[in-house]
């Protein structure tokens, strides 16, 4: 006789060698964490003058402030993806440690020869990802790339390069600042480079406005860019729509910064001069931040409103065994 055992997907137990979701970091093992201190430290120790350069930029030049929130990001998105990390097979892949080698040989090759100064910093970054791979293999550094690529935000550019980023924005800023600003009756703006000269009711107001390198979007823009492409690695969405989100972060920093200054210049007109420094030019900004997510998250939902994926209604999966029974 013929009996019919009937699972569903509800009642299915769960197969073997997938991802426990309650995965936790204390499940390693205490040699795994001797492991991590032991390069850890060592790799300190090769990039130390790197490292305590960098901080020191954090410290002294507000632009870079933001780079002691990235690493934390980073280790926020490793967590994110423990329950992977932690069941993934790693397998040593010899590619990662030709690869240390060279980042390593590198190092000291661009300090004596090509002594380029920005490639002495970012050799952290691929350094990071030979060791993972070698360690890990590809499996472990599926997940762990991202997180690594991450800590490009919080190294700072160098000054000319800097300035060479944000004399084009500071540009835009101040000759769309003069435009809005001459919509007023009895106002004049005229943009001069970077300096907005403004006459109101026929009398020149001295001195002239000054579009500086702390009113050139930058430090907005590289803080903003950098949460944009965490909130598009968390929210899980297409990748078009990924990519439409991590591509909207530039203009809608670019645009904050124009509402910045334009904003400034009418306080700097209505109201009084001293409320466009200090400590009320720093407020002005920290208001834009908001702004700007105000405006990323419209658009992320505008999309997720007009674009709704269909997805065919699929029935659950059966198994049907058959099971002879002797009488």
Same mark, same amino acid.
């Given at each position: 006789m013929a009996e019919n055992i009937v699972?569903?997907?509800?009642?299915?137990?769960?197969?073997?060698?997938? /991802?426990?979701?309650?995965?936790?970091?204390?499940?390693?093992?205490?040699?795994?964490?001797?492991?991590?201190?032991?390069?850890?430290?060592? *790799? *300190?120790?090769?990039?130390?003058?790197?490292?305590?350069?960098? @901080?020191?930029? $954090?410290?002294?030049?507000?632009? $870079?402030s933001h780079g002691f929130l990235i690493p934390f990001f980073s280790l926020y998105f490793v967590n994110q993806r423990k329950h992977n990390i932690l069941n993934v097979r790693t397998r040593p892949n010899w590619l990662g440690l030709f690869l240390l080698i060279c980042v390593i040989l590198f190092y000291p090759l661009n300090i004596v020869q090509f002594q380029y100064g920005y490639f002495r910093p970012l050799c952290m970054i691929p350094a990071l990802c030979a060791i993972v791979l070698f360690l890990g293999g590809w499996r472990l550094l599926k997940y762990t790339w991202l997180p690594i690529f991450f800590l490009i935000f919080a190294i700072p550019l160098p000054q000319r390069y800097y300035v060479q980023l944000t004399m084009p924005?500071?540009?835009?800023?101040?000759? @769309?600042?003069?435009?809005?600003?001459?919509?007023?009756?009895?106002?004049?703006?005229?943009a001069n480079g970077v300096v907005i000269d403004i006459t109101y009711q026929g009398q020149q107001l001295?001195?002239?406005?000054?579009?500086?390198? /702390?009113?050139?979007?930058?430090?907005?823009?590289?803080?903003?860019?950098?949460?944009?492409?965490?909130? /598009?690695?968390?929210?899980?969405?297409?990748?078009?729509?990924?990519? @439409?989100?991590?591509?909207?972060?530039?203009?809608?920093?670019?645009?904050?910064n124009i509402i910045r200054v334009t904003v400034t210049g009418f306080i700097y007109v209505l109201?009084?001069?001293?409320?466009?420094?200090?400590?009320?030019?720093?407020?002005?900004?920290?208001?834009?931040?908001?702004?700007?997510?105000?405006?990323?998250? *419209?658009? /992320?939902? *505008?999309?997720?409103?007009?674009?709704?994926?269909?997805?065919?209604?699929?029935?659950?999966?059966?198994?049907?065994?058959?099971?002879?029974?002797?009488q």
């Open positions: 699972f569903s997907d509800q009642e299915t137990p769960p197969s073997r060698g997938l /991802a426990s979701p309650h995965a936790n970091w204390s499940d390693l093992n205490v040699h795994s964490y001797i492991k991590i201190l032991i390069i850890g430290g060592l *790799f *300190f120790w090769l990039f130390h003058s790197e490292i305590e350069t960098i @901080v020191r930029r $954090w410290v002294t030049d507000s632009s $870079w924005m500071r540009l835009l800023a101040a000759d @769309v600042s003069s435009a809005v600003l001459n919509l007023v009756k009895g106002l004049e703006a005229t001295e001195p002239s406005l000054n579009v500086a390198e /702390a009113c050139s979007g930058m430090r907005l823009l590289m803080a903003f860019l950098a949460l944009g492409v965490a909130m /598009a690695y968390l929210h899980y969405r297409p990748i078009w729509q990924r990519a @439409v989100l991590l591509g909207s972060t530039i203009p809608i920093a670019i645009l904050c109201i009084h001069p001293k409320y466009t420094q200090g400590i009320y030019h720093d407020m002005l900004g920290l208001v834009m931040l908001p702004l700007a997510f105000a405006i990323y998250g *419209f658009i /992320a939902w *505008f999309m997720a409103s007009l674009f709704i994926e269909q997805t065919e209604s699929k029935l659950p999966n059966v198994i049907v065994r058959k099971r002879l029974r002797h």
